[in-house]
């Protein structure tokens, strides 16, 4: 079964601290990951990709198959980090786009 | 910029009536989603369209149904609205070719009482 879990509800650091959420998932094919972000008062949105490879606000996601897991990190929380973030697989067949998301994780960065 | 609209932020119904949630993209996109986003439990897929008039269940299609006439708009449609339903709804759109990430609305928080 397709699953994705994120073990965390709620991740507080310290403004300077480093981050890591993590992400894990069950999936018996070639999986494509997604983080999302979800800011106070503002709509889900796409924060990164794996299969971009890049570094968006300075966070960043490996994807690690013999782990399956896909943890988003970054070395130095700031402030307006704080949101609630979501892991998402994709591991439909076809093109219909379906995504199969995390419970979420809140992050909390104190300054 | 991709715009998914929903019709309402907030919306009071009660038992046993029937609900209309309207959604709205404006990028030609070809797949609509609509989700239930529910403290702990994430973001739960109730129904997709991957096209004009084609529609598949999600994990929790239970009680809703859905509606797609027009590339452009997918409803959702409570059926005969219960106290569970209570929740954040959430539209989203994505385009085809490849894995495409998601595009979403602002939500709908539906009280029903």
């Known amino acids: 079964a397709q699953r994705v879990t994120q073990p965390e509800k709620l991740l507080s650091v310290f403004k300077g601290a480093p981050v890591e959420l993590k992400c894990n998932y069950s999936?018996?094919?070639?999986?494509?990951l997604f983080w999302y972000v979800q800011y106070s008062r503002q709509r889900l949105q796409l924060l990164l990709r794996?299969?971009s490879r890049e570094s968006i606000k300075g966070f960043t996601a490996d994807l690690n198959k013999g782990e399956t897991s896909f943890h988003l990190k970054k070395p130095f929380a700031q402030e307006e980090d704080s949101a609630m973030y979501y892991c998402?697989?994709?591991?439909?067949?076809?093109?219909?786009?379906?995504?199969?998301f995390g419970q979420g994780t809140t992050l909390q960065v104190k300054p | 910029d991709v715009k998914v609209t929903q019709s309402s932020r907030y919306l009071v119904k009660r038992t046993g009536e029937k609900v209309f949630l309207e959604c709205v993209q404006d990028m030609d996109h070809e797949n609509m989603f609509w989700y239930r986003q529910d403290p702990g439990l994430g973001l739960r897929l109730i129904y997709f369209?991957?096209?004009?008039?084609?529609?598949e269940k999600g994990d929790i299609p239970e009680g809703y149904s859905v509606s797609r006439e027009k590339k452009e708009r997918f409803s959702l449609i409570l059926e005969s609205a219960s106290t569970n339903q209570t929740s954040m709804y959430l539209c989203?759109?994505?385009?085809?070719?490849?894995?495409?990430?998601?595009?979403f609305g602002d939500g709908t928080r539906l009280s029903i009482l």
């Open positions: 989203a759109s994505s385009t085809v070719g490849g894995v495409q990430p998601q595009h």
């Open positions: 369209s991957y096209d004009v008039k084609m529609k």
């Open positions: 794996h299969i």
């Open positions: 998402a697989l994709s591991g439909g067949s076809g093109n219909t786009g379906k995504l199969i």
């Open positions: 999936y018996s094919g070639s999986p494509e």
